[in-house]
């Protein structure tokens, strides 16, 4: 909520900052955009945005937990409710076309700027996208053991072909036409075709 004279109202500033950071990175680009064009378009002082953020790095990091996070959650979510391996997979995808939807904006600015990021934070990121590719080859294992897909030469290889193909939707995805959840059931229903049993 913002106040009348337009500023952040007191416990937002973190919000406000990581709003201008996503507005300020996909319009200008991370390398172009400085701290001090963060915090005037977030209309807070360089001592708030340091009282959330160590570095501009930070910003990064966090915009691409925004959206890893959430998948993470989703999953964990769906892999509690037991489904068979079909509906299993095919929620899966729709999840990642959702999310990609959700936040286009933010996976537009990691994936392309995301080698301003120096190696100790890429590791944190690395190990959020190892532990969802994981759960990912998971959900494909397990539907091969009990015979609702049939063999792969890899599963590994199929999961990131799968997530590849969905998450690139950040690229031409617009709010129009189909909506996420379609977009993610034909997705869906494409890959369980090519893996279905002979």
């Known amino acids: 909520m913002e106040r009348a004279n337009g500023a952040p109202e007191r416990g937002s500033a973190r919000e406000a900052i990581v709003q201008a950071a996503i507005d300020c990175f996909y319009e200008r680009g991370y390398e172009t955009t400085s701290v001090q064009d963060v915090v005037e378009r977030a209309k807070v002082t360089k001592g708030a945005f340091y009282h959330h953020f160590e570095k501009k790095d ?19 979510e769906l892999r509690a409710r037991q ?42 990121v690395r190990a959020k996208r190892d532990q969802y ?3 990912v080859v998971q959900a494909i294992e397990d539907g091969i053991a009990k015979g609702a897909f049939r063999a792969v030469p890899s599963a590994h290889v ?16 617009r709010p129009s036409g189909l909506s996420p959840q379609e977009i993610g059931r034909m997705y869906a229903s494409v890959v369980l075709d090519g893996i279905a049993p002979a």
Request: avoid cysteine; aromatic fraction near 14%.
């Open 158 to 173: 199929l999961a990131f072909g799968i997530i590849g193909m969905v998450a690139w939707a950040y690229h031409w995805y």
């Open 58 to 76: 930070d910003l990064l990091l966090h915009i691409h937990d925004r959206f890893m996070d959430e998948l993470l959650t989703a999953m964990e």
């Open 83 to 124: 489904l068979p391996p079909r509906e299993a997979l095919a929620l899966l995808i729709e999840d990642i076309v959702v999310a990609t939807a959700t936040y286009q904006r933010e996976y537009a600015i990691f994936f392309e700027q995301r080698r301003n990021l120096a190696a100790e934070p890429f590791q944190k």
């Open 133 to 135: 590719e994981r759960l």
